[in-house]
């Protein structure tokens, strides 16, 4: 069965730009998550989707937002970039999001400020 | 939120088995522990959880201590393509549910 699929794979923008990421989970999946990975921070949640909701958020500021369509893919959405949201954009799909459940991730999307 | 601590780095010898340390003296009674690893450029990848018992799988085994404030994950034979970062995570539903990454440990596999 096909994995967590994230496009794009490698994307440029400059200060101020906005950007959209998108994320299609595993079949079945209903639960998304979002993490940002960057050398000097590590892994860091960014939130949570599930049926359509957000149900967890990270501490990040309002510039990064998302948002889960009806067959359970996810869009992750950075307004006004700045040169610090350079990083990694990792997202991961499980059945239910519950703490038991094992999360897939995909392979993210590179972002590059300038 | 509960939090983790993991050596930064480790080595092992191919075919040795390896012991991967984690503290996390605050967690809570209903948070589990996950085990991931990341290969170079890859996303992160699911290795073990559990909550109190130990738990074993095809890939390795969790030892966890019976106060639950540290645990042991434990590759039996390591191999070169174990060579990752491995990140030890509570799976925290305390306040919001979110897993919270420690900052890994990064293991090297000598030949």
């Known amino acids: 069965k096909a994995g967590v699929t994230q496009t794009p794979r490698y994307l440029i923008k400059t200060r101020g730009q906005q950007v959209t990421l998108s994320c299609s989970p595993i079949s079945g999946h209903r639960s998304v998550s979002w993490y940002q990975q960057t050398p000097g921070q590590g892994l860091q949640f960014l939130f949570e989707y599930f049926s359509e909701t957000q149900r967890n958020k990270g501490n990040f500021p309002g510039r990064f937002s998302g948002r889960q369509f009806s067959n359970s893919r996810s869009e992750m959405n950075v307004s006004t970039l700045e040169l610090g949201d350079s990083a990694l954009y990792l997202c991961a799909s499980s059945w239910t999001g519950e703490q038991y459940n094992e999360q897939f991730f995909g392979p993210g999307t590179r972002l590059t400020v300038l | 939120d509960a939090k983790t601590t993991q050596p930064n780095s480790m080595e092992s010898n191919e075919e040795e088995p390896v012991h991967l340390p984690c503290n996390h003296s605050t967690i809570s009674g209903t948070d589990y522990i996950h085990w991931y690893r990341q290969l170079p450029s890859q996303g992160p990848e699911y290795v073990i959880h559990?909550?109190?018992s130990n738990v074993n799988n095809r890939m390795a085994s969790l030892a966890i201590a019976e106060d639950r404030k540290s645990s042991t994950l434990i590759l039996h034979r390591a191999t070169l393509r174990d060579a990752a970062v491995y990140y030890c995570i509570l799976g925290s539903t305390s306040g919001t549910y979110k897993y919270i990454f420690g900052t890994g440990t990064r293991l090297k596999v000598l030949a």
């Open positions: 559990g909550l109190t």
